[in-house]
């Protein structure tokens, strides 16, 4: 019960402050001061003290969607590892966590496309191309940790200290090819630019552009959310908790994120958004790099 009061914690209260490092990074190469570093909590404040406004063409859908999104992805974050094992991990536990996200994917799609907007209807395809992409990636990584560590369960799979070598070439490998994934499902640079609102560019800011206050804010903090948990497994993937105090591993697991997190800032900052013909690309050859690296593990030479 401990645990799960922990984990539950940080799910809901640290997300937002990952977001505000990489707005600070990205400050600090800009030669800005930046927005305060917990900026993030005060949008998510002023937007829950706000009202609602619909679109006299939005139907029910647009309604339903902000609460559905926000509750599978924290749904989903109870399967994954933050410090130690997750709160509910099982056999097969992956399947659910990726179908989790693509349920949030779903009604975010539906409901840009129920306001009847061809803007955001442009950016619905968008994201439903480069998630189908993203998606053939993401199950070779998990299929390559299956064989790695014959167990089926994300717990499992990312007990590291147990089960890898690290610096292993097929690890480092699969942590890259997980950092782009990272990258694309939470539509950071290069693939998408979050602060733009050009149409040529945007693709997940474009389909919240009708949601307002509460709504809005569960938007945001589901997001934010995403992405921590997204920068949690690319650190237990490619550097693993070994602390057996349960506070230190927390401190160290923060540590590492927050490294994440700078990193995220300063690839959005040192590179310009990719055309939108080459993203495709980018992903197929990810997903190549990807099944050289299982290759490699099942040769055994990982």
Same mark, same amino acid.
């Given at each position: 019960?401990?645990?799960?009061?922990?984990?539950?914690?940080?799910?809901?209260?640290?997300? #937002?402050?990952?977001?505000?490092?990489?707005?600070?990074?990205?400050?600090?190469?800009?030669?800005?001061?930046? #927005?305060?570093?917990?900026?993030?909590?005060?949008?998510?404040?002023?937007?829950?003290?706000?009202?609602?406004?619909?679109?006299?063409?939005?139907?029910?859908?647009?309604?339903?969607?902000?609460?559905?999104?926000?509750?599978?992805?924290?749904?989903?974050?109870?399967?994954?590892?933050?410090?130690?094992?997750?709160?509910?991990?099982? !056999?097969?536990?992956?399947?659910?966590?990726?179908? $989790?996200?693509?349920?949030?994917?779903?009604?975010?799609?539906?409901?840009?496309?129920?306001?009847?907007?061809?803007?955001?209807?442009?950016?619905?395809?968008?994201?439903?191309?480069?998630?189908? $992409?993203? !998606?053939?990636?993401?199950?070779?990584?998990?299929?390559?940790?299956?064989?790695?560590?014959?167990?089926?369960?994300?717990?499992?799979?990312?007990?590291?200290?147990?089960?890898?070598?690290?610096?292993?070439?097929?690890?480092?490998?699969?942590?890259?090819?997980?950092?782009?994934?990272?990258?694309?499902?939470?539509?950071?640079?290069?693939?998408?630019? #979050?602060?733009?609102?050009?149409?040529?560019?945007?693709?997940? !800011?474009?389909?919240?552009?009708?949601?307002?206050? #509460?709504? $809005?804010?569960?938007?945001?903090?589901?997001?934010?959310?995403?992405?921590?948990?997204?920068?949690?497994?690319?650190?237990?993937?490619?550097?693993?908790?070994? !602390?057996?105090?349960?506070?230190?591993?927390?401190?160290?697991?923060?540590?590492?994120?927050?490294?994440?997190?700078?990193?995220?800032?300063?690839?959005?900052?040192?590179?310009?958004?990719?055309?939108?013909?080459?993203?495709?690309?980018?992903?197929?050859?990810?997903?190549?790099?990807?099944?050289?690296?299982?290759?490699?593990?099942?040769?055994?030479?990982?």
């Amino acid at each position: 019960m401990y645990t799960w009061a922990v984990h539950f914690f940080l799910l809901l209260f640290l997300p #937002p402050f990952f977001l505000g490092v990489i707005a600070k990074t990205k400050a600090c190469f800009a030669g800005r001061k930046g #927005p305060p570093l917990f900026q993030v909590y005060y949008d998510l404040y002023k937007l829950w003290s706000k009202g609602v406004v619909y679109s006299r063409s939005a139907s029910y859908v647009l309604r339903m969607a902000a609460p559905i999104i926000f509750s599978v992805i924290l749904l989903g974050g109870l399967l994954v590892p933050v410090v130690g094992a997750s709160p509910i991990h099982f !056999e097969g536990d992956f399947i659910l966590l990726a179908y $989790l996200f693509g349920v949030g994917r779903f009604f975010t799609i539906l409901a840009a496309m129920d306001v009847g907007s061809s803007f955001e209807g442009m950016g619905a395809a968008r994201e439903a191309t480069f998630a189908a $992409l993203t !998606e053939l990636a993401f199950f070779l990584i998990v299929v390559s940790l299956v064989a790695m560590t014959h167990s089926t369960s994300l717990s499992g799979m990312l007990a590291w200290a147990k089960n890898h070598f690290l610096w292993a070439p097929a690890y480092l490998i699969l942590a890259g090819a997980f950092f782009l994934i990272l990258l694309t499902e939470n539509s950071r640079m290069p693939i998408d630019d #979050p602060t733009t609102h050009l149409e040529l560019t945007m693709i997940h !800011e474009v389909m919240i552009l009708d949601y307002s206050g #509460p709504d $809005l804010g569960l938007i945001l903090h589901g997001a934010a959310m995403k992405l921590f948990l997204f920068i949690a497994l690319l650190t237990s993937l490619f550097w693993p908790p070994t !602390e057996t105090s349960f506070w230190l591993a927390l401190g160290s697991s923060v540590l590492k994120m927050t490294g994440v997190a700078i990193l995220i800032g300063v690839v959005e900052s040192a590179n310009a958004r990719l055309r939108l013909i080459k993203i495709p690309q980018l992903l197929i050859a990810n997903f190549v790099a990807t099944a050289f690296a299982l290759v490699i593990i099942l040769m055994g030479k990982g």
